[in-house]
């Protein structure tokens, strides 16, 4: 497989919208991407295209045939790219609006007096869900903590937590705030060795950029992603579920269609740019490899992905060229540490002698996106046990450059010093 080379990295950067300019800023280096990932040409395009159209899905007519089979092709593209054997893709209003409702239904549709179990790294998404449905269900909520010195969650954790009774188990892929991995696959085997019937509903919103997502090799019943994190658009969220899961009771019209999740007529738009997404994915990884296989193909493009943004995060921690990384930077700390293999192209980090606002502001100042995360509902959890009130996160994706990572070291280096 060949890396994303430079010739190749201006034709990805190519196909993205605002690349390297902001409307309202000019000029700017986009390190924000856990905040929302930069959106595809084509998406921006088929976004307006679908926008004109007054036809509904499911009349007798041409136009809404169209609409019909739009979202099937979509659904089977998501189907390839994740690798799901079975189940069922919908979707919903949010990320968020989704993992609520999976885990809702996961807990009311579970015994009393079981456990809910998951982790202090997850995102609120899934411990306030798991919180507030626990409660009504008239369950256990149990919290794992995590590893603040990697700023992430093992298996072996999980193995130690999960008990027969464990009916529902929640499991965050990526953090958005320390940016680490899970080993997915190896919790999953974990919790289901002690509790085989557990429903396991998995957060992939920080992860699903990364590319590498395989529904089948996880073994979990709920995977929902935010589109807008993976180069689509705002609006709408993406849910798959196990069949196992599909069949539990849920909201739905009375007569209606009994494996039905969606309510009401979702834009047919949204899942079109899902198409984008995959045509995109598709694309790369012909370019990075040989494969012919569509499925292969979405392989090659998640492993190219992963490479070059650890080529990225690499630079930035340990230097490039004549910079010296964050690493070497006197009164740097670094979230999860300099070396982490679970790093998944972002940085979170802090200034001794400068408030992490300022940090924000002043590399903002000079165009270069980043984002403040505060000890607040959303990011507590991860920095309260460190005794950090804030971190600056910078995050990146795989169209961005070792040049760009150049100009923030340099930026950085002024900062600090």
Known sequence: MTQITDTLLDKIRARFTQVDTCPQQGSRIFFENAGGALTLNSVVETSARYAAIADNQGRDNPGSHELVRVIAKAKDDMRVFMNAAGGQFFAGESGTELLFRLIMNACLGSPEGGTVLGSTLEHPATRSACARWAGVARQNHVLIPHDNATGTITAEAYAQAVTPETVVATIVHTSPVTGMGVDLAACAAAIREVAPDCLIIVDGIQHAAHGRIDLTAYGADGYVISPYKMFSRHGYGLAWISDRLTKLPHNSL????????????????????????????????????????????????GEAI???????????????????????????????????????????????????????????????????RKADHYSGNILTPLGMEACVRVSMCHYNSIGEVAKFLAVMKEIAG
Request: net charge negative.
């Open 254 to 301: 009375i007569d209606g269609p009994e494996d039905n999740w969606e309510m009401g007529t979702r834009d047919t738009g949204s899942y079109a740019t899902l198409s984008d997404v995959a045509d995109y994915l598709e694309w790369l990884g012909g370019e990075v490899s040989g494969a012919t296989d569509r499925r292969e193909k979405f392989v090659a493009a």
């Open 306 to 372: 992963h490479a070059h943004e650890k080529a990225l995060t690499d630079a930035m921690i340990h230097g490039t060229g004549n910079l010296p990384g964050l690493a070497e930077i006197e009164g740097v700390t670094i979230l999860g540490g300099a070396d982490n293999p679970a790093r998944e192209g972002l940085v979170s980090l802090a200034v001794d002698t400068v408030p992490s606002v300022e940090v924000v502001k002043r590399l903002n100042e000079q165009g270069i996106r980043t984002h403040l």
